[in-house]
């Protein structure tokens, strides 16, 4: 049973920075697509970024592409979101995920394994 935790979340400014860091354990990390969601109060769950597993290639949201960089270290079975500009609007707790194949998605449905969520919280 893949296990995922998430930490790095906190308080920061507009315009500040987080990297929000997800560890892998209990299976394996390699072969399957991971990703990044959030959720604001009062919404739904929203896709924020996805890495595959064949080339690395990011997929992000308009809302976030040119500020936030997904990255993954297969050796170090972690998941990582660097966050830059960050803006009110971002506040959220973000989730990692991961898919059970190579390919990513936009769909919080097609992902099989959640973290408990690490909350950010941008300041105006």
């Known amino acids: 049973q893949v296990q995922l935790v998430e930490s790095g979340g906190g308080l920061v400014q507009t315009g500040g920075s987080l990297r929000l860091s997800c560890a892998a354990s209990?299976?394996?990390?390699?072969?399957?697509?991971m990703g990044w969601f959030r959720q604001a109060p009062g919404k739904e769950r929203e896709f924020v970024a996805a890495?595959?597993?064949?080339?690395?290639?990011?997929n992000y949201d308009a809302s976030v592409k040119g500020r936030f960089t997904i990255s993954r270290d297969n050796a170090k079975n972690t998941l990582y979101l660097q966050m830059n500009i960050l803006k009110p609007e971002d506040t959220a707790v973000y989730y990692c995920?991961?898919?059970?194949?190579?390919?990513?998605?936009?769909?919080?449905?097609?992902?099989?394994?959640w973290g408990q969520g690490t909350q950010v919280t941008v300041s105006s």
């Open positions: 995920a991961a898919r059970t194949s190579a390919a990513t998605s936009t769909s919080a449905a097609a992902y099989a394994y």
């Open positions: 890495i595959d597993w064949i080339d690395h290639s990011p």
């Open positions: 209990g299976g394996t990390f390699s072969g399957v697509a």
